[in-house]
């Protein structure tokens, strides 16, 4: 709060904290006055009825205190009334309305003093109808403009709820977003459309040729004296056998320099090396066994013989 809002007092904090911020001081100072003085207006008329009772019925004295309540009494509704259109931010037309209003109300005040009580309620002239059927259009003009007013002031104010991001709320009380994702997709690619800039920021071009000045490598140097080191290829599968070696979960494929020859002679070594091991472990009380052991160990000679052949 400013120094300025802080000292305005507290008819301003009232206007701040129940309508809004003030257009103009005169219309905040004019529609508390009015508001409160059509109470006031009321409050006196009605101390003035009160009193005006106490004396005997169509006496001077009980006309000359009850026909000024009932005038104050009906002022007192369409200032107070007034206040409330002149305190709100109306249009023009409602206010001019409302004064219109007010203004033919005061007329229809002003004939009930002038016929009351000698023309009023069925004596002499009797200008009754006429003062009411005045006094309820003039009421009918200013309480229409209060209604406009009240509901102008009533939108205005949801207007101000929903740009401060209040926003609806679905059955779980969760917010309901206004603005999904694809929406904001849609208006990147909208916002980018024309834009002509490539990767880093450079200007696209269509075609694909790229073009150097002459100045372009003036400050460029090349030292001729320095060493090279020249490295070769030693072949496409001795590359491709390195790409593998370094990925990873690969193993790496040994190669023998052994003979085919060689590895047959040890295979067969190996495998008489495992019969005879087995023949030697086997049940030598098993009658089975005792026969078949030689028979097995001929058959076998057999085999790597012919297999020599």
Same mark, same amino acid.
């Given at each position: 709060?400013?120094?300025?809002?802080?000292?305005?007092?507290?008819?301003?904090? *009232?206007?701040?904290?129940?309508?809004?911020?003030?257009?103009?001081?005169?219309?905040?100072?004019?529609?508390?006055?009015?508001? *409160?003085?059509?109470?006031g207006l009321a409050v006196?008329? #009605?101390?003035?009825?009160?009193?005006?009772?106490?004396?005997?019925?169509?006496?001077?004295?009980?006309?000359?205190? &009850?026909?000024?309540?009932?005038?104050?009494?009906?002022?007192?509704? !369409?200032?107070?009334?007034?206040?409330?259109?002149?305190? #709100?931010?109306?249009?023009?037309?409602?206010?001019?309305?409302?004064?219109g209003g007010v203004t033919?109300?005061?007329?229809?005040?002003?004939?009930? #003093?002038?016929?009351? !009580?000698?023309?009023?309620?069925?004596?002499?002239?009797?200008?009754?109808?006429?003062?009411?059927?005045?006094?309820?259009?003039?009421?009918?003009?200013?309480?229409?403009?209060?209604?406009?007013?009240?509901?102008?002031?009533?939108?205005?104010?949801?207007?101000?709820?929903?740009?401060?991001?209040?926003?609806?709320?679905?059955a779980d009380g969760n917010?309901?977003?206004?603005?999904?994702?694809?929406?904001?997709?849609?208006?990147?690619?909208?916002?980018?459309?024309?834009?002509?800039?490539?990767?880093?920021?450079?200007?696209?071009?269509?075609?694909?040729?790229?073009?150097?000045?002459?100045?372009?490598?003036?400050? &460029?140097?090349?030292?001729?004296?320095?060493?090279?080191?020249?490295?070769?290829?030693?072949?496409?599968?001795?590359?491709?056998?390195?790409?593998?070696? #370094?990925?990873?979960?690969?193993?790496?494929?040994?190669?023998?320099?052994?003979? &085919?020859?060689?590895?047959?002679?040890?295979?067969?070594? *190996?495998?008489?090396?495992?019969?005879?091991?087995?023949?030697?472990?086997?049940?030598?009380?098993?009658?089975?066994?005792?026969?078949?052991?030689?028979?097995?160990?001929?058959?076998?000679?057999?085999?790597?013989?012919?297999?020599?052949?």
């Amino acid at each position: 709060m400013s120094a300025e809002q802080a000292s305005d007092g507290y008819l301003f904090d *009232l206007y701040r904290r129940y309508i809004g911020e003030p257009e103009d001081r005169t219309d905040v100072y004019a529609g508390f006055g009015l508001f *409160l003085g059509g109470i006031g207006l009321a409050v006196i008329g #009605l101390v003035l009825f009160l009193w005006g009772n106490t004396f005997e019925a169509r006496s001077p004295g009980y006309f000359a205190w &009850v026909g000024p309540a009932y005038a104050l009494a009906m002022t007192a509704l !369409p200032v107070t009334m007034f206040g409330i259109v002149t305190l #709100l931010p109306s249009e023009r037309r409602v206010l001019y309305a409302s004064t219109g209003g007010v203004t033919i109300t005061i007329a229809a005040v002003v004939g009930f #003093l002038v016929a009351y !009580p000698k023309d009023w309620n069925g004596y002499r002239n009797d200008y009754t109808v006429e003062v009411i059927a005045t006094y309820a259009v003039g009421l009918a003009f200013i309480t229409a403009s209060t209604g406009a007013a009240l509901i102008a002031h009533y939108l205005t104010m949801a207007q101000r709820a929903d740009a401060a991001g209040t926003g609806t709320t679905d059955a779980d009380g969760n917010d309901d977003p206004e603005i999904t994702d694809a929406q904001i997709q849609r208006d990147i690619d909208d916002a980018m459309e024309d834009v002509e800039l490539s990767w880093g920021g450079v200007e696209k071009t269509e075609h694909r040729r790229l073009s150097f000045s002459n100045d372009d490598f003036d400050d &460029v140097s090349v030292d001729t004296d320095a060493g090279t080191t020249t490295t070769r290829s030693a072949g496409v599968d001795a590359q491709v056998a390195g790409l593998n070696g #370094l990925k990873g979960g690969e193993t790496k494929t040994i190669t023998s320099s052994a003979t &085919v020859d060689d590895q047959t002679a040890k295979l067969k070594a *190996l495998r008489k090396q495992k019969r005879a091991e087995e023949l030697a472990t086997a049940d030598d009380d098993g009658s089975i066994a005792t026969v078949t052991k030689p028979v097995s160990i001929l058959i076998e000679q057999f085999r790597d013989l012919a297999k020599r052949n």
